[in-house]
């Protein structure tokens, strides 16, 4: 089943770019330059998903502020995902705070962007991973802690744990090879047995299941 998406960005060329990036199970039923013609696009054509850019023109100046504030609080409100280049601390909290259910940047793949597309249709909030700790740190995670125990936590080593953390929160292999002092097929490796026993397909994956139990 297709999911309706609303474009919104005041560049062309990203809008054109965005659409041509979605895969084919992704109907683009309309798009938005500015505040005052996406919440025009998104009450004439009632999409399930806004992917939305977070400096827009137009409004009082919020930006997507002024259209998450007139979009969400009618029935049937569609579920709004950031699209950003922007991972500034105070821009991802927010949003989210004005009721987006995911936030990624610009630089993210059209397969990955698919796929947070669809999970925030499915009502799942997504986040790039170094921006999930953003978002943990402003709703008041336990910074890291491990809230209550976990089984699926208990099945990972204490090294599995360290690299589990560090992917989830975005770092590149090569980065947490160098934060930990391991090879870079050693952290492979971890990575390779954490996705296996949290039956998890890639690190988005991985990323989201850290951030619902406060432990990124």
């Known amino acids: 089943m297709s999911v309706t998406v609303v ?40 999409p399930q998903v806004v992917i939305l850019d977070v400096h827009l023109p137009g409004g009082t100046g919020g930006g997507a502020l002024d259209v998450l504030a007139e979009i969400l609080h009618r029935p049937g409100a569609p579920r709004v995902l950031a699209l950003s280049v922007s991972d500034a601390a105070d821009d991802v909290v927010a949003t989210v705070r004005a009721g987006a259910r995911g936030y990624v940047t610009k630089s993210i793949s059209g397969p990955d962007l698919s796929d947070a597309v669809r999970r925030v249709a499915g009502g799942d909030a997504v986040f790039s991973p170094r921006l999930a700790g953003f978002v943990l740190d402003a709703f008041g995670a336990a910074g890291g802690e491990v809230a209550a125990a976990d089984e699926d936590l208990d099945k ?17 292999y090569r980065e947490v090879a160098e934060k930990l002092f391991i090879s870079i097929k050693t952290v492979e490796t971890h990575v390779g047995k954490v996705l296996h026993k949290l039956q998890l397909s890639n690190r988005h994956e991985l990323a989201h299941w850290a951030a619902q139990r406060r432990i990124v």
Do not use: C, F, N
């Open 7 to 46: 474009i919104v960005d005041d560049h062309d060329v990203i809008r054109v770019g965005v659409r041509e990036s979605l895969d084919a199970g992704i109907d683009v039923v309309g798009e938005a330059r500015d505040v005052e013609s996406a919440i025009a696009e998104v009450r004439a054509k009632a």
């Open 156 to 172: 990972l080593t204490e090294r599995e744990q360290e690299v589990m953390r560090l992917i989830a929160r975005g770092y590149t």
